[in-house]
């Protein structure tokens, strides 16, 4: 085979994803993006051009080695591309269905400023798959070193500490305090997105490897506190403690009419249907009600996850002519969720009302849903964010014909694990106080990372957290040096 | 996996179960309660603590029979094991020498008033209870209750036992006669019977507590389906409680979100009912 030509590669058009159709995935939650073919996957790899100084890999938080692992699928190395890929990310298969690569590598690959540039999600699921598939490349325990860590919460930021930890020989536990690891991955986005018998396979994987201790139903701060864990005469005696709890507390809009029935945070409205798979209901004991014309408030990743959930719940249960919106009070160019999940959702046909905002929900005689006053928004300066900030136009008051409302309005920590952690000093609207680089927090042998420290953020932003976090609590458990000292 | 070492029938609705749980029972307190969950399809049910042994490692729980999951629930047996068993949630009862108190528990209700009313008289308050049923097969742990008060009334709605009253009358009664002296009420039991005696105590401007019955999901704060409107605001009753002020609760509005998922409930019951004459046909 001869090389192609810088020129030839770049003739060759970006590779679509294989997708179930839009109208036959409404009525399902199977997966959306079936996934590359070993043929897809050689034509996609063959557009890189393994620049010399390669962006991609700078716009990933975990420093994915990016052209090495596409290098190696271009020659048919499948080991060698897992290799690659692990050195870095140990779930490839997650981050591969979940990251939003338009803003992070894809957005910095040479080709992009053609618009095209390299599938590297597309590769990366690609590769992670095939590791689930086959394990040719387990994850190797080092020599056992009495020291023992625990690792609360057990979601990508917890689950990347506990491998990196175990991976150096030390006794992780992880405590997580719902019946199913994985923390968002399971409770918070659906199947048809993220197949939960993935995000199963890549930790089970991870966990047999290094006989990682996965404690299920255990709630710190109740069956043991941060104090308890570190007690080395009375309590559990952990050397150090991670703390990847996220930030799983939903807010509400402070309007009236919130506590109707059929008001719901979109944390709860997920729950029922992915972790407690609501959607197979009576099979699963857990009811999840859909209604006929659903609003969705906000427009991150959780609103487009809540409205499609809605959307497919409707068509599960013939609810002809039924609607779901987002209502979302800034403009198009604004919105947080991933760009393929937005795509996603407009081909289903979720309405996407802009420049909205709740002001009360009205509810009827038996406490239920009814309808919603609205009022429209214009962009007026930007605020901190750098946003344009949405400012409500006078007397543009109108109603909206709903019987559900999802609350999609970000979350924050959950206090629980806080309870006599004495010394964990946090920011007064409830994230941890911790060391950008190292993980530290302000209470010794402690570290955070993830949704905890940033509030609601990314799958691969909470990898890299924990992945840092572990670096530094192995060098204090090899070195016995305390940087609290 | 979390074992049932031992079961009592305490009425034809009514269980009882001790489950082995050694790490729940050690930070057990009066008040708290768990989640558990039958199977891999199981919804997650809180039910309230209604005894522990920390030697032992065990927890008791009371149920009613009243849906789907409570009915499968009823027909495990010692031996069996539930998948999720987790806990201790919520926050544990305030307990203080008040002087005298009244403790009311109705129906399953008792179950969880009697830790309460047992933690009172140990901390050296005088402590008056009623305990009320629909009728008597749905009455139980009268003894228990008469062992930790120091009077105890004890009623049916249908007067197959006990007197044949409301537990709201004999309340009315003993904040008429105790008038000034008593300094808390304690209420657990139905929503529409702790509504009654808020309603009941609040002329008399005793503080009253409650334990709320809400439905849940992860009962960790996570969800706010279990949220409750308060005077003060909506708090979430598993993390914020579950006992609250019930002078301060919206009673209408927390009925109404019982009843929300009533049509469900029912499918499910139906369902279930269908299965269980299937497998005894064979
Ligand atoms: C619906 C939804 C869709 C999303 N879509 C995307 C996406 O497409 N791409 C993307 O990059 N990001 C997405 N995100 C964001 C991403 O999922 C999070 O940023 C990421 O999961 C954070 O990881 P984490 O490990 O910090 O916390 P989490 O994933 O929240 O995990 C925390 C875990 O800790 C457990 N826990 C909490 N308190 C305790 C306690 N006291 N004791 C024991 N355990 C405890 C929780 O039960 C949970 O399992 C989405 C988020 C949601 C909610
Ligand atoms: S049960 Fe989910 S917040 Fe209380």
Known sequence: M??????????????????????????????????????????????????????????????????????????????????????????????????????????????????????????????????????????????????????????????????????????????????????????????????????????????????????????????????????????????????????????????????????????????????????????????????????????????????????????????????????????????????????????????????????????????????????RMELGEPDDSGRRRPIPIEGSEFDMDVDMVVMALGTSPNPLVFKDAGGLERFKWGTVIADEETGRTTKPRVWAGGDVVTGAATVISAMGAGKRAADDINAFLREGIDPWA | MYKILHKKVLSDVNKLMVVSAPDVARKAQAGQFVIVRIDEQGERIPLTIADYDREAGTITIIFQEVGKSTMHMGMLNPGDEFATFTGPLGHETEVENYGTVVCVGGGVGIAPIYPIARALKEAGNRVLSIIGARSKELLFWEDRMRAVSDELVVCTDDGSYGRKALVTEPLKEMLEEHRGEITRVWAIGPAIMMKFVALTTEPFEVPTIVSLNTIMIDGTGMCGGCRVKLKEGAKFVCADGPEFDAHQVDWDLLLARQRYYLDEEKRAVEQWEHKCRLEAQG
């Open chain 1, 2 to 375: 001869t090389e192609l030509t810088n020129r030839e590669r770049m003739s060759i058009p970006r590779q679509a994803m294989p997708a179930q159709e839009a109208e036959a995935r409404r009525t399902n939650f199977d997966e959306v993006a079936l996934g590359f073919t070993m043929e897809l996957v050689q034509q996609e790899a063959d557009r890189c051009l393994q620049c010399k100084r390669p962006h991609c890999v700078d716009g990933c938080p975990v420093g994915v080695l990016i052209p090495q692992f596409i290098a190696a699928l271009r020659e048919g190395d499948m080991e060698g591309a897992v290799r690659a890929m692990k050195e870095k990310n140990n779930l490839p298969a997650i981050c591969g269905r979940v990251c939003p690569q338009e803003s992070q590598c894809e957005v910095k690959c040479v080709l992009a400023k053609k618009g095209e540039p390299v599938a590297i999600g597309r590769l990366e699921r690609f590769v992670g798959d095939y590791e689930l598939a086959q394990r040719t490349c387990p994850l190797e325990r080092g020599e056992p070193t009495g020291k023992r860590v625990a690792v609360v919460g057990s979601g990508p930021a917890g689950l990347t500490c506990a491998v990196d930890v175990g991976r150096e020989g030390h006794e992780v536990v992880i405590f997580e305090s719902l019946h199913a690891p994985g923390g968002v991955l399971v409770y918070g986005i659906p199947e048809f997105r993220l197949p939960k018998g993935v995000v199963q396979a890549e930790i089970d994987y991870a966990v047999e490897c290094l006989g990682i201790e996965m404690r299920l139903d255990a709630v710190i701060g109740s069956l043991y506190t941060l104090n308890e864990l570190l007690d080395q005469e009375n309590g559990a005696g952990f050397d150090a403690i991670f703390l990847g709890t996220g930030a799983g507390l939903p807010s509400f809009m402070r309007i009236p009419g919130i506590n109707y029935n059929g008001v719901v945070s979109a944390n709860e409205f997920l729950t029922r249907v992915n972790l407690m798979k609501g959607y197979l209901f009576p099979e699963y004991d857990t009811p999840v009600k859909v209604g006929d014309r659903v609003a969705v408030v906000g427009a991150g990743n959780v609103a487009m996850d809540a409205a499609r959930c809605s959307l497919r719940l409707q068509a599960l249960r013939q609810r002809e002519g039924a609607e779901v919106h987002i209502v979302y009070r800034r403009s198009a160019a604004e919105v947080p969720a991933r760009a393929e999940e937005v795509h996603h959702a407009e081909e289903e046909g979720i309405i996407f009302d802009f420049l909205t905002n709740p002001i009360e929900i009205y509810g009827d005689e038996n406490g239920n849903v009814c309808g919603m006053r609205c009022i």
